[in-house]
């Protein structure tokens, strides 16, 4: 489940496509590129527009769909864990029909199949330890007896508002939280929590500095028009170029007229010209600028800027590919760890056609054998009384 969470991730930020954020990025570098040249002009500064409107609505998008799986994956643990307690319910009933059936003398086979199967299909959703008493199981869930001979314990998630109000496990009787070690549920959680959310929180980092980095070189220049000092971002909810991030970014509906973008500096109190690329240029050097660690926009700490826009950027995908090479490792393992075991419990629990054959070969000289006894006796008979039982007549 790890493996196709990571593979499903992928797919989202699919940056092998000319949609990808990477592509968006180098377009809005090359808009700038175009500004900055003598001939630069309307035309250019629209390439400037719309590139930066193609960068907010690739990130309003990845922002939308990674939010949508992450819920989605809040769902499929819910529907889980329903599915987990409705088995731990099941294999309590069994316990008890097979007890009932058994004290009879009875062997209560089928009861006892159903209740492996069910055993098998929980200790894949999450680690478990199962205690065989006579003709009960109790199976343990992390420490705690879920399931004590006829009894069982249900696990309930709940609204966790640490994790903003995505769920939590806990114990339905004494609400004690449960942190799972293995198993199905697990990887789900991890998806959720650590994948889905760790991968989208560096989007974020990178739309932060992106956006507070780009605004502070745009609002120091001037547009050809006014010398009015305007950000190229906005937050959609304060309305301003403050505290932007991957939820609120939108671009400046301001600098729909082309004159408004900022390509000059220009001198206080008027406009900058047709000619004045200063501004463009700044914005061009901000693509090579230093500004990241390996997670976070360092706009505080220079120590910690050692990567660009494109390299953090790239830092984000490569590590996205290299946790899905580990993951398909280890599921590989898994796979091979689980056939063995399966394997081995086959050898000592399951039917061996040898030896299924070898009894049938032994049963049949058995019954040949038998056969030949009767045969004898009733020639012996035969003869007592149609031969001997004639004598003196």
């Not at 930020?13 to 500004?35: A, I, Y």
């Not at 009015?228 to 906005?234: G, P, T, Y």
């Amino acid at each position: 489940k790890r493996q196709t969470g990571i593979e499903e991730l992928e797919t989202i930020f699919n940056d092998n496509s000319e949609e990808g954020l990477q592509s968006v990025m180098n377009d809005f570098w090359d808009s700038w590129s175009q500004v900055s040249k003598p001939a630069g002009g309307l035309t250019a500064r629209a390439l400037v527009k719309e590139s930066a409107i193609a960068f907010v609505e690739t990130v309003r998008y990845l922002d939308q769909t990674l939010t949508n799986y992450r819920n989605n994956k809040d769902v499929d643990i819910r529907e889980n864990v329903n599915n987990l307690n409705q088995i731990t319910k099941r294999i309590a009933e069994l316990n008890k029909e097979i007890r009932q059936q058994e004290s009879t003398g009875a062997t209560a086979n089928d009861y006892r199949d159903e209740r492996s199967e069910l055993v098998n299909e929980l200790s894949s959703m999450v680690k478990i330890r199962v205690i065989e008493d006579g003709n009960s199981f109790s199976i343990a869930i992390e420490g705690k007896l879920a399931v004590e001979d006829s009894r069982y314990t249900e696990i309930e998630v709940y609204d966790d508002p640490a994790l903003d109000g995505y769920g939590s496990l806990r114990w339905a009787d004494t609400k004690g939280s449960i942190i799972l070690t293995g198993g199905g549920i697990k990887a789900m959680f991890e998806t959720r929590d650590e994948f889905v959310k760790g991968y989208r929180d560096r989007l974020d980092e990178f739309v932060k500095g992106f956006a507070a980095e780009a605004n502070k070189i745009h609002e120091s220049g001037r547009g050809i028009k006014d010398d009015i000092q305007r950000s190229l971002f906005k937050n959609v909810v304060t309305g301003d170029g403050t505290n932007i991030d991957l939820s609120n970014i939108i671009f400046n509906s301001d600098l729909n007229d082309l004159d408004n973008i900022a390509a000059g500096v220009g001198t206080p109190g008027s406009p900058a010209d047709n000619e004045d690329n200063r501004n463009a240029n700044e914005m061009l050097l901000l693509r090579n600028k230093k500004l990241f660690s390996q997670t976070k926009y360092e706009d505080t700490v220079p120590a910690n800027q050692k990567n660009t826009f494109d390299e953090f950027y790239r830092l984000l995908i490569s590590d996205l590919g290299i946790s899905g090479q580990e993951a398909q490792t280890a599921a590989t393992a898994q796979v091979t760890l689980v056939s063995q075991i399966y394997n081995r419990r086959t050898e000592l629990s399951g039917v061996s056609l040898d030896e299924e054959m070898a009894n049938m070969i032994k049963y049949e000289k058995s019954y040949n054998a038998c056969a030949r006894v009767v045969n004898a006796m009733d020639e012996m008979i035969d003869y007592i009384v149609n031969k001997i039982g004639i004598v003196g007549r």
